[in-house]
């Protein structure tokens, strides 16, 4: 289960927590323009955008699980496992991409969330594993830039592609759903509680924060989103970026995932890591549950054009401030 966010004037910051019962070697993911993407779906892109994110590298593809490029355009994957249904055949007419090629595609080719739209009208997603042995990843996916947001889902009824204004996104169960959910909840406010019990009855209030009462507290996707949405829509907007960094990661933080609190035969659910990329100043920011302190990573400038991947390990000690890409 995860929960991605976008927050801020402008929507300057995006990001997510990535929530598993263990861990795949994550890294900080540097693809310069000169790297060739050889997906297995499509002809290679030679040269594109560069990228930076958070994934996990095989056989020396880059699995993308969050990211963005060096325009600022932003997109996370997002486990919709009950949902999801790809193509298992090719279509004429349209550009076939198998699911792990699509973040690379997206942010390897598009500007912005309106070239991003016109892409996706024209893709096929084929239920195709990059290898035998790694199952199918079922997803839908946030995308944002510095001026709209939006959700992508492919489900049994087709591809759909929409307008996201509550900058929040979990996973089951479909989007549109849970924005009709979240209507539910309008009469939630920051602003102190008023009775409207009776006119007849007058009842004390005997804490702060009531204004939010009824604000589901469990750890559900449906929850989640709920949480995320009034939170990231109360949450105050530092000027600084480095303390609006913060407020970000505080944000992420209503919705964290406890070790212990989910349970699986697989093992225990946390919050493997949360993730803050700056779309302004083209810095990827993060944290691990062993580590709560900020590590950042800024896109090298000066390394556009180079022609092989810079990785960045996941830092765990708790002096972590400050990564490099190698």
Known sequence: MCTAVVFGEKNSYFGRNLDLERVYREQVVFTPRGFELCGRSRKPLSRHFAIMGMATVID???????GFNEHGLSIAGLNFVQSTQYSSRREEGKENVAQFDLIPLVLGTCRSVSEA????????????????????ARLHWMLSDQSECAVLEFVREGASIYDNPVGVLTNEPPFRTQLFNLGLY???SPYAAESGFSDKLKLPFHSRGMGAFGLPGDVSSASRFVRAAFVRANAFEP????IAVEQFFHILSSVEQVEGCVRLDEGLERTQYSSCCDLSRRVYHYKTYNNSRITSVAMPQDLLDRDRLLCHSLLLASDAAEGELV
């Not at 020396?60 to 969050?66: S, T």
């Not at 739209?117 to 199918?136: A, H, M, Q």
């Open 186 to 188: 309008q009469a939630l």
């Open 239 to 242: 000027r600084d970026s480095g």
């Open 60 to 66: 020396g593809y880059p699995l993308y699980y969050d």
């Open 117 to 136: 739209r016109e892409l996706l009208s024209r893709i096929n997603i084929l239920d195709t594993p990059f290898r035998d042995d790694l199952p199918v």
